[in-house]
């Protein structure tokens, strides 16, 4: 083998590595702002449904307008739409509306805090549907999270008050929906479909679905007549979203479901660090313990599971 072939091969094997990971911290940074444009929107007076309907609608248009320039086809057959469905009312329309529902309670930190908790159900989620086999470490690792997010939702602890308990528990839905997608993005992904058509049929499985019970209950958004603040904040937090969820499903494709998972991390710190940056919010000793211990528990998920494959 030459040194040119060595080389390009070496090179290869590096990007292969790299790329993973640059894809997931810009994912999780991305992610990580979500409380925060929810905090933002919130305070304007949007109502959950009509944050998520507009987020996702805007994400969609985005993402149809790359399909059709890269000439990539929606499928619509039956395995196709229950893919869109699932991830986007469960992975997405739930988490996110959950976000919003939460946020004018519990801190935009404290919300970012319980999001890293997706990796350890990510792990529960993927045993249960045989995409992953049991293991001791990893399986204390779990309650070691857990444990992590009881000391988060203590009253005395990082709650500004009892009365947030509530919507602090509300906020453990974020990181189920979002190991929810992650395990059915690898499980029942549809073949041979492009990540961006994936992506964009999500997003509008998510919308349709956020619009119906807007107007269900009469929470319908009318962003067309809203402030310009407001709508500029929608374009953004929908771009953003765009920009995620074709990460999202090139991670999977790339890396598959339990590596995703660990995007938690990332957005755990960069949820707090937008937290901190935008809203100047502080946080007590609590919750930087919470995230340690939550830490530590996936901290011995990843050690277990590598051991059990060496």
């Known amino acids: 083998m030459s040194d040119a072939t060595a080389a390009s091969q070496s090179k290869g094997r590096t990007g292969a590595i790299v790329l993973p990971i640059l894809m997931l911290l810009v994912l999780g ?3 990580g702002g979500n409380p925060s444009f929810s905090k933002a929107l919130a305070r304007e007076g949007v109502s959950p449904f009509g944050v998520v309907f507009w987020q996702t609608f805007i994400a969609g ?4 307008v790359v399909c059709l320039f890269r000439l990539a086809p929606i499928p619509l057959d039956g395995k196709a739409l229950a893919y869109y469905v699932f991830i986007g009312s469960v992975g997405t329309a739930l988490a996110y509306a959950t ?3 939460v946020i004018g309670h519990v801190s935009a930190g404290s919300v970012s805090v319980l999001n890293v908790l997706s990796p350890l159900l990510t792990y529960l989620f993927a045993l249960i549907v045989r995409l992953e086999t049991f293991s001791l470490l990893p399986a204390a690792g779990i309650l070691v999270g857990f444990l992590g997010a009881a000391m988060l939702v203590v009253p005395q602890g990082s709650l500004p008050s009892p009365e947030a308990l509530p919507y ?5 839905a974020i990181p189920a929906g979002y190991a929810s ?3 059915y993005a690898e499980w029942g992904r549809p073949k041979g479909v492009q990540n961006v058509s994936l992506a964009a049929g999500t997003m509008f499985a998510a919308a349709i679905a956020m619009a119906l019970l ?8 009318a962003a067309w007549a809203a402030p310009s603040n407001t709508q500029i904040l929608l374009l953004c937090y929908g771009a953003a979203t765009a920009a995620a969820f074709m990460l999202f499903f090139a991670i999977v494709s790339r890396a598959g479901a339990v590596y995703l998972g660990q995007v938690g991390y ?9 937290g901190m940056l935008f809203f100047g919010e502080q946080h007590s000793q609590w919750l930087w313990v ?3 211990v939550v830490f530590a528990g996936v901290a011995l998920v990843n050690f277990g599971k590598r051991r059990a494959k060496a």
Request: proline share 0%; hydrophobic share 75%.
């Open 29 to 31: 940074a991305l992610w």
């Open 99 to 101: 976000i919003v529902f």
């Open 266 to 274: 990332i957005v755990t710190l960069a949820g707090i660090g937008w």
């Open 290 to 292: 919470a995230v340690a």
């Open 61 to 64: 248009l985005i993402l149809l």
């Open 214 to 221: 807007g107007l269900a209950n009469g929470t319908f958004y």
């Open 181 to 183: 997608a992650n395990v």
């Open 168 to 172: 602090a528990l509300t906020a453990l």
